[in-house]
Every structure is written in C-alpha cells, then in structure tokens.
DNA sequence: TTTGACTCTAACGTAACGTTAGACTTTATA
DNA sequence: TATAAAGTCTAACGTTACGTTAGAGTCAAA
C-alpha cells in the first residue's frame, strides 16, 4: 500500500508518513526502486498504535520507544491506552460539567468559583498530586504542614535517591528488590495497592511522561528501572 | 491576581499567559508599575473561553478572532463549545469501541479489516463529507458516481461561486439574501433544516475551521459573510 | 537590611508537521 | 506508442505554541 492509500484510509497526511519514517517512528517494509514506500498490514497496525497514543499526548520520541522497547507487547499497549482513554473520556465529561455550570451561571442561575470555572483542565498537575488526593483525600493534601504528609515525602524522597543510586544494578538484585519492597509497604501506607496493581503502577511509571518526568529527575533511567523491578518484586511473591 | 496565582488556579504556564498577552489574545485588565500583569475575574472567565477552545483544536489565531469578533456572545460560544465537546466525546467513544475490537483482534477473537482498525481518527474528514453521510445515508454517498449527487455537487458550488462574487455586498442586500434562500432550499433537498439549525450552522462556518477553510476556498472571507447573511435571513422569516 | 520568592523582557530552542519546489515515476487514455 | 495527468520522491523553509535559559528588577517576610 503506497502513501495516498494510506493516507485516505487512516486520516493522516503524506507528510507525516514521509515524517514518521525518516525520524524511524513508522518505517515501510518495502521501497521500490524508484524509491515508493510500500507499507504492509503490519505496518498498518503499528500505525494504529501510534496514533492512540499520539491522541493521548506521547511526543513522537516517547512513542517510539515504547514502541522499540524489547518489552513490548502489542496487546499489553492495547490495554493501557483503554485505560488511558478512558481516563480520557472522564476528563471530557468534567470538562462538559464544567461548562454546563458555566452556562448556568451565564444565566444567572448559579455562582460559580474561579476556582469552579477551570474544574477539567488538568494540565499541569503532578499526577502524583492527584493520585495522593485520591489516596489522602483533599484536606490532607492541602495541609501541606501536616506532619504525616512530610514523613511520608521524605521516605519517598529517601527511595527514590536509593533507588537512583543502585540503578545500574539489575533489576532482579537483592538490593534493588529490597528497595522496591520498601515502596512497596510505603504505597501501601498511603492506600491499598494489590501487586497487579503495583504492577500496573510500574507500567504507567514508564508510559506516562508525567511519571517519567518527575521521576528521572532522580536519575536518568530510574523510571524503567523501578517499573523492571517492580514487575520483578510481583513475579516473585 | 497575579500570574503565579493564575497559573495554580488554572493549571496554564506562567509562560503561557505571557505569549498569550504579547499576541493579543489574553490582556490583564491591569499593568502595575513594575510592570507585573494584574488579571480580574472578566480575564479569568476569557481565559476559561481561550482554554476551550484550545482544547477543541482551535489556533491562538482563530480564538483570537472569536473572542474580538463584534457579534461575540459568551453564552452562545459556551452552548457551541458544548456541542463541539460533545462531538469530541463521540470521538473518543468511537475510538475506545475500536480499541475494544483491536484487543478482541489480537486475542484471536475477530478479525478487522484495515479499514475497521482506523475508526475515530477522523483527523482529515471533511466535515461535509460527515453532514452528508448523516443526511444522505452511508451508500448514496459512496456512489459518488450518482446522478443525483451529483448534481447536488454542482448546485452546491454554483451557490458558492455566486455567493463569493457577491461577498463585498452587504449580508442584508437583496442579492445576498437571494442565494441565501437558494442554499437554504439546497440544504432541505439533502435533509431537513429548521431556521434555528440554519442559523447554528452557519455560526459553525466560522467557528470550526474545518468547514472555514473549505468553505473560504471559494473566496476569501466567505465563510463569515454567509454566516451573516444567514443570520440576517432567518431574522426576517 | 537581607534573602528568597516573584515577576519582568529577551531570545534561542524544540516538536511536529505544512507548504513549496523541482525532479522522477506510474497510470490511463487517445 | 506517446502523452498528459496523477502520484511520489527529497529538500528546505515556514509556522505554531510554547519551554528553557538568562539577567535584571520587585516584593514580602524575617
């Protein structure tokens, strides 16, 4: 299948193909000799997977390691972008909550916050900020000063810089898997973590830029360390 | 309110607000003298329009436009917005139904076409391409070879042309409100349109840049006019 | 008064394409 | 078979919407 062909059946553009196989991203199975890229069926999947998860915010680089890691597995990837648009979806209807009220409130029905009128626009929140008030609930995030709050910070901060500092060992070492039952129990203090949830955990560590941002800022790699140990700590139990 | 208290309430960057007041789109009503940016509750409930529509796709350029427009309603810019969000849920729900099937797909449990896996990702459609599928059914519009489509086609750029010349009149002249009519009568050969749908779709003409930029390929500017002019028409119906 | 947080302007950099141009290839029709 | 139009290529500049860095000024609390 040449590029107009697969531009008309999946909605993206010659140029984007041309863009995603030079920078390695989505490359062609085929090239004619006089230089047409043929794409096969295989491709065409690859394709699908790329766009979920440029439709869920992955640059481009992101996707193409998840994508190129020797972990992947397609049907593994399926399931975490339904989570992830799902997650998606309920972000929308807060969005759609939100701009009901605003209405409302237009018409003189109801008074609406500041705070109120931005419910929905998640962009730069931490997610561990919302996992913690899912956890904690609202109060206690906001009592930044509250003595459990900072323990609990500092024992976080204290495995990561652990963690950050044997992370060039493997993943499966005596070390690393005392470290990671450590967070483990410290998760586990905060809510209640099943180990496939753990699991699970680890895996958005490495998906989620958001959770990979915050957490490389420990050491470069920590997260795909922590998300290999932890899928280590599971099998084991 | 000051930048970083605006930046926390809405989770946009500092430096966002300060592109978005150097281009115009989101002034502070007030500038001390050191020149820090002071935002009112008006600023904050414009910035609440700018984000919604930044999350429907809209440039900087174009909300810009909305938002300055002379005819600009807030209350008639929240229920499009809601409208638009909706479609964009359907979206997401097309896509999370394809995702489904793909997962199905892999574990051996169906087989998709290429065709079926590209479902949601409506990036390229033409928006009349989606009208005309709701209108005329999913068959007459794959037979594009059909006599009667095709003459729709034609009457429909006939219309366009004459509207294009026209454009410089005013969108109450009798001229305009000729072809005006002409293109309300088109439409209900196709489908069924109340005045007050008229009249929403041509706010649609200018509000979602899918159909501005097909329909001002006619003519620059045409969009806006026929918006006028078919406002003006169901006014005196 | 000092210090740290806040804010400013300026400017370069980045990501992800869109657009334009010129050259080569393929396909359908006369 | 020839031709014209459609298709495809590479290259390169442009666009959009910020992110990042830097240095300087401002503000508030101790």
Redesign the interface.
Known sequence: MKVKEV?E?????IRTLHHYDDIGLLVPDQVTEAGYRLYS?EN??DL?QV??FR?LGFSLKHIKELLSSPTFK??EA??L??DM??Q??SQ??R??AT??R??QS??GENIMT??E??KG?????NPYEEEAKARWGKKAVEQTNSQFTKEIQEDMNRIYYKLADIRHLEADSIEAQEAIEEWFLLLNRIGSYSLDAFKGLGEMYVADERFTKNIDQFGEGLARFMRDAMNVYVDQQ
Do not use: C, H, P, Y
């Open positions: 531009s059946l999946t909605g993206v553009s069926d065409l999947a699908q766009l979920f439709e397609r049907l399926l399931e972008q339904r648009l799902v998606k979806k929308l209807e969005m759609l701009i009901d605003t209405i237009e018409k500041n705070e009128k931005f626009f998640d962009f730069a929140k």
